[in-house]
């Protein structure tokens, strides 16, 4: 997406040397919670980078999903 060409080229120079590419890291947030993903974003958290995933699920409960932008192993799940 264009909204913001600032936040997405600080987010490319995080991604930067990282294996797993957004597209596979959203598999996996699907594999571990069903549903549709509404929100993604990268962020650096205890000196790894993640992407986020926030899913609505099929019953309509919202979930997080963090997902290891290095291993693509899901890192953890939120929901509320």
């Known amino acids: 997406s264009e909204e913001s060409g600032q936040v997405s080229a ?7 040397g990282t294996k797993v ?6 598999k996996a947030a699907l594999g571990r919670v069903g549903g549709a993903v509404v ?14 995933f926030e899913i609505i699920t099929s019953d309509g409960k919202e979930a997080e999903v ?3 932008a290095e291993s693509g192993q899901v890192e953890g799940v939120e929901q509320d």
């Open 66 to 68: 963090h997902v290891d």
């Open 21 to 26: 590419s957004i597209d596979d890291a959203e």
């Open 10 to 16: 600080k987010k490319n120079a995080m991604l930067t």
């Open 39 to 52: 929100f993604s974003n990268v962020e650096r958290a205890r000196g790894k980078v993640l992407y986020e």
